[in-house]
């Protein structure tokens, strides 16, 4: 598995799996039980996906060292704030049945995040936590957190696909050495990605699928991605993508796929935020 190297000094794989949207706690163990024993050592999980303990569960049952696995979770944004925060972190780390944590995010750039990155700034200090970071932080948002924090993030997850590749976003992050993460790196399935021609054609180079081209763009362009499935073949058919390299002409044709915009969640959107807003889960 590779890996990258974050800004302070931690390995991470680049190859991860997501469990978002996995609600169902017996379907979520054991995808994560398949992914983990095809090879995938990062899984990313979140407050809100209300399926930690199935992680948890899953990681505890495959056998694998707690140190050999790359554990990311999130706060979500009513747990914004140092003290909220502080409880969400400990129930996190029940959930998962862990003293500490891989990689720690705020989940929305709402709130009291302010107060959050403070609460993650002691536990990364205290050795809670390995690495911290932030996700859907547009430039200025992450810039004036930067400007106003002791710790920089180590990562940003965002919306990061061929529709969506965030040129600008990434040129602030590679300036501070700030590691991206791809969540939704196939676009949900939205607009035909997986019949993309574009794509297709590239596939057809390497007797590969569109979805194996994506990652392994994202392998060459130093992005961590975290494609879910629930279907045995398809966590396989995304973890085989060490066998062929994408060529230059390749990478120029993906890169004039971008629409330059996100295709699935609007941060500035006063709707989106109400939305997400009254999102409420069971930890």
Known sequence: MKVLTLNNHVDVPQLGFGVFQITDEEECKRSVLTALRTGYR???????????????????????ARENVFLTSKVWIQDAGYEKTMRSFEKTLENLQTDYLDLYLIHMPYGDYYGSWRAMEELYKKGKIRAIGVCNFEADRLVDLILNSQVVPAVDQVELHPFCQQKKLREVMYHYDITPMAWAPFAEGRDGIFTNETLEAIGQQYRKKPSQVILRWLRQSNIIAIPKSVHAERIEENFDIDLFRLEDEDLIRISQMDRGESQILDIRSLLEVYRLFHIRFDQ
């Open 42 to 64: 990062l899984i990313d999980t979140a407050a809100c996906y209300g399926n930690e303990r199935a992680v948890g569960e899953a990681v505890k049952e495959s056998g694998i």
